[in-house]
């Protein structure tokens, strides 16, 4: 990495934490990347160099939390191969509603924003999407096409409904989110399985699913 490079990187780090300190005190629009810039401690040219604005400033703070996310992710379920599809979506999910836990005013703030600036709710889409899509590759899903864009929608869309719940837990384990998750999760499965985007022994919640219907008989019934 040249040293320019390296430079950039570092001012793009002290941009992300200027603006996770900015937001637990001021609402997303009120934040500019002049004021940005001065409170990591850079020029305004060196802050249009590392993000060029704030909606930018915040899509990589949003990646950087992701990508950890992912990274313990992948590590986790390294260590439990025998984890179904479900469990690790259960797992990952989760790990990302902690990783955020502690900024979910600043996100409040963030949310609010996007009812006037639709862009910016178009960029924290195409996040989440980005998030959902390599979460799957690591639990393992291989799909492609119309069913891999609809399970991502899918569980996009099981994401932000849980959300809601996440917004107002106050538990310090994240007990109520979790169970919401599980049971969202369950319900999206179910669905997914009827619209045969999802083979049922994908879809398999534990390792008894053909006890309630979920494997074995169903998947016979599909070949017929």
């Given amino acids: 990495m040249t040293e320019a490079s390296s430079q950039k990187h570092q001012d793009a780090a002290a941009l992300r934490d200027a603006l996770w300190s900015a937001l637990a005190v001021r609402d997303y629009l009120q934040l500019d990347l002049h004021s940005l810039a001065d409170a990591a401690g ?12 704030v909606d930018r400033v915040l899509c990589s703070a949003l990646q950087e939390i992701d990508d950890n996310v ?5 590590a986790d379920f390294a260590d439990d191969d025998s984890a179904s599809m479900h469990e690790k979506l259960l797992e990952g999910l989760t790990q ?55 399970r991502i929608k899918g569980v996009c869309g099981v994401f932000l409904k849980v959300s809601a719940a996440w917004q107002r837990d106050e538990s310090p384990d994240l007990a109520k ?22 083979q049922p022994e994908e879809g398999s919640m534990d390792r008894d699913a053909s006890d309630d219907g979920m494997g074995g008989e169903n998947k016979g019934s599909r070949d017929d």
């Fill in 96 to 150: 990302r509603f902690e990783a955020y836990a502690d900024k979910r005013p600043a996100l409040q703030s963030v949310a609010k924003a996007c009812l006037s600036q639709p862009s910016l709710g178009l960029m924290l889409a195409a996040n989440l999407e980005s998030f959902i899509d390599r979460l799957l590759s690591l639990c393992g899903d291989s799909a492609t096409g119309f069913v891999r864009t609809a």
């Fill in 70 to 74: 992912l990274a313990q992710s992948a």
């Fill in 42 to 53: 850079i020029s305004h040219v060196k802050a249009v160099l590392a993000a060029g604005s």
């Fill in 177 to 198: 989110t979790l169970k919401t998750l599980d049971r969202d999760l369950k319900t999206a499965t179910e669905w997914a399985i009827s619209l045969r985007v999802l």
